[in-house]
């Protein structure tokens, strides 16, 4: 029987991000205006071929910046398949982009992840983290989530970290696959 769990968690923005999305929009929205306001103008003075490469140019600046703002949208998919976690980048909920897959078997470390965890300085890190909000089974309330870390080798990255926010599912089904080491440290 297949061991199968499937997770997507949704990137909160952070004040850096949501000023980023709004100066985009913003001067997006600016730059569009200018462009349509020279493309007016060029249609008053005469020149009608002026005119229509200032609306072409206007219309893909237009579209430019609504789809760069539609990007600001990030969520991570995490795939667990017999031992196989695979990790997705989901943009505006309609690109998927393949991030990693980690053998888990593989894992040399594992643990909960804190801003004091030492990495090495070869090491390659993916942040996949998100906020899937978790409502506590005793009391019903949300809980704030925990984000893990997994060290590895990997062919293409060499010594690698993923730090990533499992659900108790996904973490039960990653733990059962961790090598017995490891297992038992967690336990």
């Given at each position: 029987?297949?061991?199968?769990?499937?997770?997507?968690?949704?990137?909160?923005?952070?004040?850096?991000?949501?000023?980023?999305?709004?100066?985009?929009?913003?001067?997006?929205?600016?730059?569009?205006?200018?462009?349509g306001?020279?493309?007016?103008?060029?249609?008053?003075?005469?020149?009608?071929?002026?005119?229509?490469?200032?609306?072409?140019?206007?219309?893909?600046?237009?579209?430019?910046?609504?789809?760069?703002?539609?990007?600001?949208?990030?969520?991570?998919?995490?795939?667990?398949?017999?031992?196989?976690?695979?990790?997705?980048?989901?943009?505006?909920?309609?690109?998927?982009?393949?991030l990693?897959?980690?053998?888990?078997?593989?894992?040399?470390?594992?643990?909960?992840?804190?801003?004091?965890?030492?990495?090495?300085?070869?090491?390659?890190?993916?942040?996949?983290?998100?906020?899937?909000?978790?409502?506590?089974?005793?009391?019903?309330?949300?809980?704030?989530?925990?984000?893990?870390?997994?060290?590895?080798?990997?062919?293409?990255?060499?010594?690698?970290?993923?730090?990533?926010?499992?659900?108790?599912?996904?973490?039960g089904?990653?733990?059962?696959?961790?090598?017995?080491?490891?297992?038992?440290?967690?336990?």
């Open positions: 029987m297949d061991n199968f769990a499937e997770q997507l968690v949704t990137r909160e923005p952070d004040s850096s991000d949501r000023f980023k999305a709004m100066a985009l929009f913003v001067g997006g929205a600016l730059l569009t205006l200018v462009l306001v020279i493309s007016v103008i060029m249609l008053f003075s005469g020149s009608s071929l002026g005119f229509l490469f200032g609306a072409a140019l206007t219309a893909a600046c237009g579209f430019a910046t609504w789809r760069l703002f539609q990007n600001t949208q990030v969520e991570y998919e995490y795939t667990f398949t017999n031992g196989s976690l695979d990790i997705d980048k989901i943009l505006a909920k309609t690109r998927r982009k393949a990693i897959t980690v053998e888990v078997r593989k894992v040399t470390d594992f643990g909960v992840y804190s801003d004091s965890a030492k990495e090495a300085s070869d090491m390659t890190v993916f942040s996949a983290t998100g906020s899937p909000r978790v409502p506590d089974e005793e009391n019903g309330e949300t809980k704030k989530p925990v984000n893990y870390y997994a060290d590895f080798p990997h062919e293409e990255y060499g010594n690698t970290r993923l730090i990533f926010t499992p659900d108790e599912k996904m973490l089904m990653v733990t059962r696959a961790l090598p017995g080491a490891l297992r038992n440290k967690i336990k």
